[in-house]
T-cell receptor, first 113, second 115 residues
Framework: AQSVTQPDIHITVSEGASLELRCNYS??????LFWYVQSPGQGLQLLLK??????LVQGIKGFEAEFKRSQSSFNLRKPSVHWSDAAEYFC???????????FGKGTMLLVSP | EAGVVQSPRYKIIEKKQPVAFWCNPI?????LYWYRQNLGQGPELLIR????????DSQLPKDRFSAERLKGVDSTLKIQPAELGDSAVYLC?????????????FGPGTRLTVL
């Protein structure tokens, strides 16, 4: 069975500092991996996705993520956080983007001035 | 291009009452998903449609939940009767298989509170 672990429930980062959100997955085959962001009262917005190829993927809003098969990880990074990045971030895995996705429990990002 | 539309955005009901949620996917999207998101959790799939066919409803509590997708476009999710544990955000998503994007687009959700 597929599963996703986001070990950090909350993370606080100072504005302008770098950010890394952790995601570990369990999946029996080559996974499709996703990072979504959810602002309060909003639906989920796709930040980036990985299917194959270059293990460093670029997304919207200056985010990037690196797929490491040996560590079963897909961590999300941003070099300089803005106050508007405060939101909840979800990592997800599935057999494709169209199939049933399994989401982690999310990491709430707080940005301090 | 309009996104996924859901209504109502908020609903408060008493337990044992029925409730229904409506979703209008992005125009042309052939696949529609209903997810439930409990507080402090990630979304969990309830049902997935490809056109009019429910291709994955393994996590749908069929004793009280039902869903339909009329003419392969709009969809309605119903709970009857509602229980306290059904309080959650119900998210609808859509995608276009074969469209190349390989991603799901989410609506804003319906927040259900059962008293």
């Amino acid at each position: 069975a597929q599963s996703v672990t986001q070990p950090d429930i909350h993370i606080t980062v100072s504005e302008g500092a770098s950010l890394e959100l952790r995601c570990n997955y369990s999946y029996g085959a080559t996974p499709y991996l996703f990072w979504y962001v959810q602002s309060p009262g909003q639906g989920l917005q796709l930040l980036l996705k990985y299917f194959s190829g270059d293990t460093l993927v670029q997304g919207i809003k200056g985010f990037e993520a690196e797929f490491k098969r040996s560590q079963s990880s897909f961590n999300l990074r941003k070099p300089s956080v803005h106050w508007s990045d405060a939101a909840e971030y979800f990592c997800a895995v599935g057999p494709s983007g169209y199939s049933t996705l399994t989401f982690g429990k999310g990491t709430m990002l707080l940005v301090s001035p | 291009e309009a996104g996924v539309v859901q209504s109502p955005r908020y609903k408060i009901i008493e337990k044992k009452q029925p409730v229904a949620f409506w979703c209008n996917p992005i125009s042309g999207h052939n696949t529609l998903y209903w997810y439930r998101q409990n507080l402090g959790q990630g979304p969990e799939l309830l049902i997935r449609y490809e056109n009019e066919e429910a291709v994955d409803d393994s996590q749908l509590p069929k004793d009280r939940f039902s869903a339909e997708r009329l003419k392969g476009v709009d969809s309605t999710l119903k709970i009857q009767p509602a229980e306290l544990g059904d309080s959650a955000v119900y998210l609808c998503a859509s995608s276009l298989i074969g469209g190349g994007g390989n991603e799901q687009f989410f609506g804003p959700g319906t927040r259900l509170t059962v008293l």
